[in-house]
């Protein structure tokens, strides 16, 4: 992975149960507001924490994308 | 204004019966929404009772669960070991929950759903053969819950009488001695000890063969780790929801109001399965505390680096701040922000297949039963007691 890959984040809002997971797993991420996920900014630069905010979410709501491509990183 | 001048002494004084909740809960959640508290083991702490609170000791990582030791309050004798997920903070704490946490995905647990009916109506035939009245508890909530954690984990059913003793030993407040607890600890270690040891010889495809490979393949977790977690996984597994299932049926039995409610619109389970997790009070309403890494503020001032907290969901979910009319169960509430399974990090991992068990049993038996009734007179009900979780010890049933 090169220094300049880029992450796209999304979070699907219809599945997010507000548990609060990823927001606790990555605070500079997400944030939990009114019970549903916010995202901190759309793109990031890569960030293994992220990846494990994204692959702990019990509802798979959260993904990160490949910001160039659109490759769906994870969940896996 | 500060409050540390007074302390209250835990457990408090005049004992709470059933499923009632302690007034000075809700009392203090009214006058000193940070009171200072003093529990039988480790000394002294904070407990905050408003949901915002609960919630923000629940989440905010300058609470850590790390930073508990001998030295923090708590309500067992023995204090909880520091490789168990619930002692580690993030990104330790991550690490172990990432290596089972695709198996309790909605998505996952949802597959789960033909065979958990199968297992309930499985255990609603034979309490039909047998005829009323039956015990909820032993011969559907226990068999239903311990049945699906042994074959998702890969632990004999047979050995159910052992392990639940020794979980009911570890999970006690007073009903046994220090020396027991590290006695059933010891046992229970050893006994998974055993189950990994045979994974070594033969894999396994249950969730102790992910573990062991984890470890032997990847070296992902260290050998204490993985057993510790394999004992937490058995232990909350099946306590939590074999517990709950009993609360909530003695619930609705008592509340025949939502109960013929359910019945005429069995379409309400989900959400009745919500609210009753916001109303049952499974937890003395103590819980498990934190410490603060650093000054935080709550609402009723501030809890210094180091002090630790107590932020039980049972007072957040009763907290007339967030829901109207508190203290009355229905099953048609809309908006439940209930913090029955913690919030942040620590979100009970287990959660949607605790919801699902729980939807499977009590729609299975009101379809099955719908005349469903206690057995005995509500007062006569025998409740546990001396543990950590709240349940009726039988809970007889006709119908």
């Known amino acids: 992975m090169t220094d300049t890959t880029r992450w796209r984040l999304e979070a699907d809002h219809h599945s997010c149960a507000g548990t609060g997971i990823c927001a606790g797993i990555a605070p500079d991420h997400f944030q939990v507001v009114d019970g549903r996920t916010v995202l901190s900014a759309a793109e990031t630069h890569p960030d293994e924490t992220l990846r494990d905010a994204v692959e702990s979410c019990p509802m798979e709501a959260l993904r990160i994308l490949d910001a160039d491509s659109g490759e769906v990183l994870a969940p896996s | ?399």
């Open chain 2, 1 to 399: 204004m500060t409050n540390s001048d007074r302390v209250h002494t835990y457990p408090f004084e005049g004992q709470v019966s059933g499923l009632d909740i302690h007034p000075k809960f809700t009392e203090l959640r009214e006058t000193e929404p940070l009171a200072r508290v003093k529990l039988p083991y480790g000394g002294e702490g904070w407990l905050v009772t408003r949901h915002e609170d609960v919630k923000t000791a629940n989440s905010d990582p300058r609470f850590s669960r790390a930073s508990i030791g001998e030295d923090t309050p708590r309500t067992t004798p023995l204090a909880r070991r520091g490789d168990a997920i619930l002692s580690l903070d993030p990104p330790e704490h991550t690490r172990l929950r990432r290596l089972v946490s695709k198996a309790f995905t909605a998505r996952r647990i949802g597959q789960m759903q033909s065979w958990l009916e199968e297992v309930v109506a499985g255990l609603l035939d034979d309490m039909a053969r047998k005829g009323p009245p039956c015990d909820l508890t032993k011969d559907l909530a226990e068999p239903f819950t311990i049945t699906v954690i042994c074959r998702l984990l890969g632990v004999p059913y047979e050995d159910r009488e052992k392990f639940q003793h020794w979980s009911a030993v570890i999970m006690s407040t007073t009903a046994y001695t220090r020396e027991e607890a590290v006695e059933a600890d010891a046992s229970i270690r050893g006994y998974l000890a055993q189950l990994v040891a045979a994974r070594r010889t033969e894999p396994h495809d249950d969730l102790l063969g992910v573990l062991v490979a984890a470890r032997d393949e990847d070296d992902r977790l260290s050998e204490d780790e993985l057993i510790t977690f394999g004992v937490t996984l058995l232990v909350a597994g099946h306590e939590t929801s074999a517990h709950q299932l009993g609360n909530m049926v003695y619930a609705l039995l008592t509340h025949p109001d939502q109960l013929a409610l359910l019945r005429e619109r069995p379409e309400l389970l989900p959400r009745a399965v919500e609210e009753l997790l916001r109303y049952v009070p499974l937890g003395n309403g103590i819980g498990n505390a934190r410490v603060a890494t650093e000054d935080v503020e709550l609402s009723g001032g501030t809890v210094r680096a180091g002090e630790g907290v107590l932020a039980a969901a049972v007072n957040a979910n009763r907290d007339p701040r967030v829901f109207a009319d508190p203290d009355r169960l229905d099953i048609t509430r809309e908006k439940n922000p209930h913090l029955a399974f913690g919030h942040g990090a620590h979100f009970c991992l287990g959660a949607q297949l605790a919801r699902m068990e729980l939807q499977v049993a009590i729609g299975s038996l009101l379809e099955r039963f719908p005349d469903v009734r206690l057995a005995v007179p509500a007062e006569d009900v025998v409740w546990k007691s001396g543990g950590l979780f709240r349940g009726p010890q039988q809970l007889p049933i006709a119908w």
